[in-house]
């Protein structure tokens, strides 16, 4: 059964792809359900249907409340009259004022019948702000939504974010994951993109709480553009890749075939329990798996360092050398990620990664991290990545600032450019740098 919303993303048209990979449990959870085509075409016995959209999981409630007598209620905005522009834009600032739920959720309906090319897309102040589709006549969805009404009666809705969502799941549970897509171009502004709400960064975090879920016991499937970085990303996956038609674009000659892809993570209980500390190393270790996607993609060799140093002749001029030592400002050994080197760009600078989920000690570091790339490491310019949501807002801000002042420097170190960025500011980087 086709979804009675036309969404951006609906799985409808890839649904065969999904079932072939979905296993069988006794729950179904979606943290990313938009449309729901994957509720609407698998048999569960029971859905937990998760958005981060308010109006979307009110409306779904709505109607499971309500069925047939909602249904009727929201015919009346499917009229010949409805389907004009100044109605249109009636309705709209309704929507967007009234705190009636039950209207509200039926002109949630209306304009995505309406509105253009069945967006949904809010302003700052977070009102919908969809311009008039002008289409011929809007298609009603009653057959559509009496099977939903019928089959919600075996789900829960609710508003969450889907880290919460995932960190909840339970024994029984199968997790499929459709979060908005990485961009399918290399050349892609990913700052632009991390302004939908849902960063790089994020779609990293996804991916690592998908393999803590399959260390659970827990089956999970990712949906995904067929990138580099996804690639990357789902290293602990099985990948299933296929070619989509697009359905929603603004430019109706550029809905060409797309790839994309199933990422499914197996089961995969772990032998014996695991530290804080070595969930965080493992995080990290994505992080730093993401680095090496990307710059592999630019036309970067990946080589550890010590195998590089035995002879340097043997490799190409263009290299990401990793675990790179030095001497700290305690004259300890110490140890850097990365050292990316290249004749072409005429660079060499040291990339340090700090990937932090939870409250820890990362906070502490900042201060020691921050004095050895202004004394300790060699190289002048110096990347530090910092992302997980973990460290304090505080701390990564003062790290920010210090490094911008050039703070603690000496005549011999004031020279040195210290960057530190977040996930998704370092992709935009190598976008922007590495043409």
Not at 252 to 260: I, P, Y
Request: glycine share 6%; hydrophobic share 35%.
């Amino acid at each position: 059964m086709k979804p009675f919303l036309k969404w951006a993303g609906n799985k409808y048209r890839i649904i065969e792809h999904i079932k072939k990979v979905l296993p069988k449990g006794k729950r179904l959870v979606e943290p990313f359900v938009g449309a729901a085509a994957v509720f609407l075409n698998t048999d569960y016995d029971s859905y937990l249907l998760t958005d981060n959209n308010a109006d979307l999981i009110q409306l779904f409630q709505v109607l499971q409340r309500e069925g047939p007598a909602f249904i009727e209620f929201a015919r009346a905005f499917f009229t010949p009259e409805s389907n004009q522009e100044a109605i249109y834009y009636q309705n709209r600032t309704l929507f967007n004022q009234t705190t009636d739920l039950r209207l509200k959720s039926a002109l949630f309906l209306y304009m995505n019948k309406h509105g253009y090319n069945g967006l949904c897309r809010y302003n700052q102040q977070g009102e919908f702000n969809v311009p008039f589709g002008r289409h011929t006549q809007a298609y009603f969805p009653e057959e559509e939504m009496l099977f939903f009404y019928e089959k919600a009666q075996r789900a829960e809705f609710a508003t969450a974010d889907f880290v919460a969502v995932m960190e909840n799941g339970r024994s029984g549970d199968i997790f499929y994951c459709d979060p908005p897509y990485v961009p399918l171009s290399e050349t892609a502004n990913f700052t632009s993109y991390s302004s939908d709400k849902f960063t790089l960064a994020q779609q990293a975090q996804l991916a690592q709480l998908a393999v803590k879920l399959s260390e659970r016991g827990i089956p999970v499937i990712l949906s995904n553009h067929d990138t580099p970085f996804t690639r990357q990303s789902y290293t602990e996956a099985e990948i299933h890749a296929f070619p989509v038609r697009r359905t929603i674009s603004r430019n109706g000659s550029k809905r060409g075939k797309a790839k994309e892809l199933l990422a499914v993570f197996t089961p995969k209980p772990k032998k014996s329990s695991q530290s804080s500390g070595g969930w965080a190393a493992k995080s990290g270790n994505t992080l730093e798996k993401t680095v090496i996607g990307t710059l592999s993609s630019k036309g970067f060799e990946t080589v550890m360092y010590r195998q590089w140093q035995k002879d340097p002749d043997q490799y190409g001029s263009e290299l990401l050398l990793r675990n790179v030592p030095y001497t700290t400002i305690y004259g300890h050994p110490g140890n850097t990620e990365f050292l990316l080197r290249s004749s072409h760009y005429r660079l060499e600078l040291r990339i340090e990664c700090k990937w932090q989920q939870s409250a820890g000690s990362v906070d502490e570091k900042f201060p020691y991290l921050y004095l050895n790339a202004v004394e300790a490491m060699p190289e002048k310019e110096i990347i530090i990545i910092v992302d997980g949501g973990g460290a304090k807002p505080g701390a990564v801000q003062w790290l920010r600032q210090t490094s911008h002042a050039n703070r603690y420097r000496n005549p011999n170190t004031l020279g040195k450019q210290i960057s530190v960025m977040n996930l998704t500011e370092f992709l935009a980087w190598a976008n922007k740098t590495f043409r």
